[in-house]
């Protein structure tokens, strides 16, 4: 079993819609992290948070909006979504140390219709 | 800059077989990690395996293990004694010390293991 949580496991929504992914990890790690994968494609690294703050944003749209309330929670909040971004959202988590490596929730699979 | 290469888009295997997956890098780190994982087609990114740099010895998990040449930058897993449940996608991942809130991940190999 995962040790890091991520709801919902699917998510349809609509181009105006509004809706927010979750990530719950309580192996005490430090650093957070969201992907975004495309079929048959490796993960793409979105955000990174390190001690609850925002770390890496790498050049993601503003209709993405990375929130970390508290050490063990990450959330995504999507708006205003395109098409193109329907994928695999992974939420990972690992400690603040080259030599550990992440660990990956089970994945939000969106569809934005 | 960090670079992982995986040159088996695809590969098969026969069950109880061994096989081996590749992976290159390239990096300009003196001190890095390096990771294989597994997605099955459920999309959850299992963690494998972990080889230090400076790790002496090749990294062995169960039925994994690692052949690290640190000379040739390659860091290729080993699966042995293939089981059906081992199909799915592997990907070969580094993290280096100066940036290291950073995975840099290959494009990936599908395994297929045959009854």
């Known amino acids: 079993d995962t040790e890091v949580t991520q709801t919902p496991k699917h998510l349809v929504m609509g181009m105006t819609n509004k809706k927010s992914l979750k990530c719950e990890q309580h192996?005490?790690?430090?650093?957070m992290y969201w992907y975004k994968q495309k079929a048959k494609k490796p993960p793409e690294l979105m955000f990174v948070?390190?001690?609850?703050?925002?770390?890496i944003n790498e050049s993601v749209p503003s209709r993405f909006s990375p929130e970390c309330p508290n050490s063990s929670l990450l959330n995504l909040h999507l708006h205003a979504l395109q098409p193109e971004d329907s994928a695999l959202y992974l939420c990972?988590?690992?400690?603040?140390?080259?030599?550990?490596?992440?660990?990956f929730g089970q994945g939000t699979r969106l569809t934005v219709v | 800059a960090q670079k992982i290469t995986q040159t088996q888009p695809g590969m098969f295997v026969q069950e109880k077989e061994a096989v081996t997956l590749d992976c290159t890098y390239d990096?300009?780190?003196?001190?890095?990690?390096l990771f294989w994982y597994k997605q099955p087609s459920s999309g959850e990114m299992i963690f494998l395996i972990y080889?230090?740099?400076?790790?002496?010895q090749n990294a062995t998990e169960g039925r994994y293990s690692l052949n690290f040449q640190k000379a040739r930058k390659s860091a290729n897993l080993v699966i042995s004694a293939s089981q059906l449940g081992d199909s799915a996608m592997y990907f070969c991942?580094?993290?280096?010390?100066?940036?290291?809130?950073?995975?840099?991940f290959g494009s990936g190999t599908k395994l297929n293991v045959k009854p």
């Open positions: 990972a988590s690992s400690q603040d140390n080259p030599g550990d490596g992440a660990f």
């Open positions: 192996m005490g790690h430090r650093a």
């Open positions: 948070y390190s001690y609850e703050k925002l770390s």
């Open positions: 990096t300009s780190d003196p001190s890095y990690g």
């Open positions: 080889q230090g740099s400076y790790d002496q």
């Open positions: 991942a580094m993290r280096g010390w100066a940036n290291f809130n950073k995975f840099y």
